[in-house]
């Protein structure tokens, strides 16, 4: 089963709100992923956490703090968005890297998000 | 800065015909390349990964690897409409890092 669930589905928040989206796998997998994409263009990578470790942050803003509670779930906690803000927010797992190889990720459906 | 390039298209192939779509990418030390194919308004779904020179066929798909010239394409055999959507190649840093650089995808049309 290679399924990464998220929620919401999608998300209206205002500029001054506090929310968080939720990601969650039972692959057994060690890393897992944010990035966010807009229309048009290839996902863009926010963090990374490895053996529930933030290992890569792609220096993101703080209005977003990702968090890794245990090895299934991802967390992003979303604060003072902005507009620019609004995308698909798309989370991925895979098994961690063999070595120099790195192995193949599993994207969620993702969420909708739309900052007003 | 290393950069994955692939041709935006789109690229429109008749129902049944062999869609080519190519990838090339800058960082000569990666070890693994994928393609994602993403429907417009869903999220990428991996069709497809290859780690070593040479071809790897799944059904319909065939992912091609060159690692001395630094390309990595994705056949489809047999195109349907159904394959309409955005073909995105992705390839790791190198160094170990869990870290994939996508390339600004192409977007294919069958048409009947």
């Known amino acids: 089963d290679t399924e990464v669930t998220q929620t919401p589905k999608h998300l209206v928040m205002g500029m001054t709100n506090k929310k968080s989206l939720k990601c969650e796998q039972h692959m057994g997998h060690r890393a897992m992923y944010w990035y966010k994409q807009k229309a048009k263009k290839p996902p863009e990578l926010m963090f990374v956490?490895?053996?529930?470790?933030?290992?890569i942050n792609e220096s993101v803003p703080s209005r977003f703090s990702p968090e890794c509670p245990n090895s299934s779930l991802l967390n992003l906690h979303l604060h003072a968005l902005q507009p620019e803000d609004s995308a698909l927010y798309l989370c991925a797992s895979s098994a961690d890297r063999s070595g120099l190889v790195i192995n193949e990720q599993y994207f969620g459906p993702g969420t909708r998000l739309t900052v007003t | 800065q290393k950069e994955v390039e692939q041709n935006s298209g789109p690229l429109s192939v008749p129902e049944g015909a062999i869609a080519s779509l190519n990838c090339t990418y800058s960082?000569?030390?990666?070890?693994?390349f994928f393609w994602y194919r993403q429907y417009s308004g869903k999220s990428p779904e991996l069709i497809m990964f290859i780690y070593s020179n040479g071809d790897k066929e799944d059904g319909r798909f065939t992912a091609q690897l060159n690692k001395a010239s630094q390309y990595v394409s994705l056949l489809i055999r047999d195109s349907q409409p159904s394959d309409s959507a955005t073909y995105l190649c992705?390839?790791?840093?190198?160094?170990?890092?869990?870290?994939?650089?996508f390339g600004a995808g192409t977007r294919l049309a069958v048409h009947p």
């Open positions: 960082d000569r030390g990666s070890q693994s």
């Open positions: 992705a390839v790791p840093v190198s160094g170990g890092y869990n870290k994939l650089i």
């Open positions: 956490y490895s053996y529930e470790k933030l290992s």
